[in-house]
């Protein structure tokens, strides 16, 4: 990986990666599974030299990252089969019928990378989404040549993972180019990449300003190209009556670990707590405080994000209505996240927008409400979240089908009496939502759907079969499964 490179530097590497991906898309989605499944086998080789880099980077523990990279591999395994499989970049073949009036052309349509793609590692995930991880595989998968923007939080741990992906390429015998890693001084390098002419599209992982400002920076150049940011989500978890009566000590548990997994720091915690204000919510509440309580204040990933996460947390905490249910070891240093827990009523929090900002953390905000009404009006009110939960029991739905229809409206995933810490890796999944969740509802950063991303369908009419990509030819030389006069089959065309 090359480290702090001024910026009169980039260019060359862009070039050369213009250069990679122009040999790269000529050759076939199996052919960029073999590559993928090598990349995976050099992350999946390394040992303790990668897990104590990422420890003493980004504090985060030996088990937390042990997870993470298995993940990781998985990932770049499972896109790879599922580019093989064609279960997410369709091909579709309507051959001709040239005795209609008019004529019928032969029309078939496949996929190709977008092109050059720069990726921004995020701070949170050191393995899954940054370096190595999900947008950087679904853009090698998608076609596409990646450079890589290293996070300043953890550049060892980039070096170490960029040298895999490298040692891939070259063992494969990719075009050299494909994939590099950079580290540049302050915003203005990854700025630059943005801006260049030969850059078609962005990956990124982070903070709503991060993000909006490189969406604004594609936007306003002279060729806008996509930004698929996933950004800020406070993941609102709407508790219902019958819910909280038959179950509050278990939902109080269960809530206070998913809001202080990993020190608060994934895109996805319940930063908000919906419940009714009624007889039973003291229960909640008093299971909630003695749960916060048990978790001890720990290191968060930098500094930078623990400065953040106090002064967003005693902004929110100033505002009128706010009432501290718990805050463990107020005196911990600044480096460190104390879990802290407020209340507010729904009529204070609707008065307030404030309220609604996500606090990087781990911090939780009980919101209470009087009427199924009020409910419905904080839903209303909130943002586009990457997540939405409602815990009920099922004979409550019924009666509560407005609110789920907006959290519905608002969210990416809508998830049903559990928590939504856990991202799975699967076609299924979606990860991202409404802004600013995300700058673009219809992807996901999650699942093999995340290759659609990077790619853009092509159509070819009339085309010889001896000039056509092999996954629309009429022998079908990779066996893939293709879409023929509406028809889903591995046969050939006669």
Not at 275 to 290: C, Q, V, W, Y
Request: hydrophobic share 40%; proline share 7%.
């Amino acid at each position: 990986m090359s480290e702090n490179i001024p910026i009169q530097e980039i260019d060359p590497y862009v070039q050369r990666a213009q250069e990679a991906f122009l040999n790269f898309r000529q050759l076939t989605i199996k052919q960029r599974a073999v590559l993928m499944h090598a990349v995976a086998d050099e992350i999946e080789a390394l040992g303790a030299e990668l897990i104590s880099a990422a420890q003493s980077e980004t504090n985060l523990p030996e088990a937390r990252l042990t997870g993470e990279k298995a993940r990781t591999v998985y990932q770049w395994r499972c896109y790879a089969d599922a580019l093989v499989h064609s279960n997410v970049l369709p091909v579709q073949i309507d051959t001709a019928i040239p005795d209609r009036t008019p004529p019928k052309p032969d029309i078939r349509k496949a996929y190709t990378g977008l092109g050059v793609v720069v990726v921004f590692g995020a701070s949170n995930f050191p393995f899954a989404f940054s370096t190595a991880g999900g947008d950087t595989a679904s853009a090698i998968a998608a076609g596409c040549a990646v450079i890589f923007k290293a996070h300043s939080g953890h550049p060892k741990t980039s070096a170490i993972m960029a040298n895999a992906i490298e040692h891939a390429v070259e063992k494969t015998g990719m075009p050299s180019g494909l994939f590099a890693a950079i580290a540049t001084h302050g915003a203005t390098g990854g700025q630059y990449l943005v801006k260049h002419p030969l850059v078609k599209a962005v990956g990124f992982t982070g903070s709503l300003y991060g993000g909006r400002t490189l969406f604004d920076l594609a936007s306003q150049r002279p060729e806008p190209i996509p930004v698929f940011a996933e950004m800020g989500s406070v993941n609102p978890v709407f508790l219902l009556p019958e819910r909280l009566a038959t179950r509050a000590e278990e939902v109080a548990t269960q809530y206070a670990g998913s809001l202080t997994l990993g020190v608060g720091q994934f895109c996805t915690n319940p930063g908000i707590f919906v419940a009714p204000n009624n007889a039973e919510l003291p229960r909640f509440l008093d299971t909630l405080k003695t749960q916060i309580e048990q978790v001890a204040p720990a290191a968060m990933l930098h500094p930078g994000i623990a400065a953040s996460y106090h002064k967003n947390k005693t902004d929110l905490l100033a505002q009128a209505g706010i009432d501290i249910l718990v805050a463990v070891d107020e005196t911990t240093p600044q480096t460190h996240g104390n879990a802290t827990v407020a209340t507010v009523s729904a009529q204070e929090f609707l008065a307030n927008p404030k309220l609604s900002e996500e606090v990087f953390g781990p911090f939780g905000l009980v919101v209470t409400y009087d009427t199924p009404t009020e409910a419905l009006a904080v839903a209303n009110q909130l943002e586009g979240q990457l997540t939405a939960t409602v815990l009920a029991e099922p004979t409550e739905l019924e009666h509560h089908r407005e609110l789920i229809a907006a959290l519905a409206d608002k969210s990416g995933r809508l998830l049903f009496n559990g928590f939504p810490t856990g991202v799975e890796v699967c076609g299924s999944m979606q990860h991202g939502g409404p802004y600013p969740a995300a700058t673009d509802s219809r992807f996901t950063s999650v699942g093999p759907d995340a290759i659609k991303r990077f790619a853009r369908p092509i159509s070819y009419q009339n085309w010889p079969d001896e000039l056509l990509p092999d996954e629309l030819k009429n022998t079908n030389p990779l066996g893939i499964w293709r879409t023929v006069n509406g028809k889903l089959t591995q046969t050939q065309i006669d």
